[in-house]
């Protein structure tokens, strides 16, 4: 079974400054998805960014942008210019790509916390 | 589109009574979940439906029935309530992989419940 860690429970930014959250995963799979999401005060989840795991390119949305390491397991959220709208909770979440796979695995989240 | 609807927001039970938590989406979604979200523990898959009149249970099914009888609601029953049922829940869709849509899933706005 896949397993996704948030080894970061909670951090803390200063507006405008940048802050990257860390995700690793584990699995046997060469094909699968990644995902970030938001979750705010509001509890609503929010999908800030998604990579394929067999696109070597880094997938960016505005001020959010991942690093995927795909030997390392390893994705990263880089957030840029944070605002105060950014803080939340962020999970990390782990899709396979195999037929009949459509379960998302979560982290645990790491809470984030902007300075003004 | 409304996207992914639940009802209620938020419910108070008492030890061994039941209910359903609806979950109804307007973007004829195939895929549809629950998860339900304990504090520290992520996300975890309860119950998933592939389609009209198919579910399948996820990681944490015990003590919650699905059923899909339409596309659009996918509802999820609680027939005698438990305090450790005291959650956060979300109705998830999204297309199916492979389906020519873009197979991300989309959430709904959660429910609180809370058993006594």
């Known amino acids: 079974a896949q397993t996704v860690t948030q080894s970061q429970p909670e951090m803390s930014v200063q507006e405008a400054e940048t802050v990257t959250l860390s995700c690793t995963y584990d699995?046997?799979?060469?094909?699968?998805?990644l995902f970030w999401y938001k979750q705010p005060p509001s509890r609503q989840m929010i999908l800030v960014i998604r990579?394929?795991?067999?696109?070597?390119q880094n997938a960016t949305e505005n001020r959010f942008s991942v690093n995927f390491q795909k030997a390392a397991k390893s994705f990263s959220l880089k957030i840029s210019d944070s605002q105060l709208g950014d803080a939340a909770m962020y999970f990390c979440?782990?899709?396979?790509?195999?037929?009949?796979?459509?379960?998302?695995?979560f982290g645990k989240g790491t809470k984030l916390s902007v300075i003004p | 589109n409304a996207g992914v609807t639940q009802t209620p927001k938020f419910q108070v039970l008492k030890t061994g009574q039941s209910m359903t938590l609806q979950c109804a989406q307007d973007?004829?979604?195939?895929?549809m979940s629950w998860y339900r979200q304990d504090p520290g523990m992520g996300l975890r898959l309860i119950h998933y439906?592939?389609?009209?009149?198919?579910?399948d249970q996820g990681e944490v099914p015990n003590g919650y029935n699905v059923s899909r009888s339409t596309t659009e609601d996918f509802p999820l029953r609680l027939l005698s309530a438990a305090p450790s049922q005291t959650s956060v829940y979300f109705c998830?869709?999204?297309?199916?992989?492979?389906?020519?849509?873009?197979?991300?899933?989309?959430f709904g706005p959660g429910t609180r419940l809370t058993v006594l």
């Open positions: 439906s592939v389609g009209a009149g198919i579910t």
């Open positions: 699995t046997s799979e060469s094909d699968y998805y």
């Open positions: 973007m004829n979604h195939e895929y």
């Open positions: 998830a869709s999204s297309y199916l992989p492979g389906s020519g849509g873009i197979d991300t899933q989309y």
């Open positions: 979440a782990y899709r396979s790509s195999g037929a009949g796979s459509y379960q998302l695995t």
């Open positions: 990579q394929e795991a067999y696109k070597q």
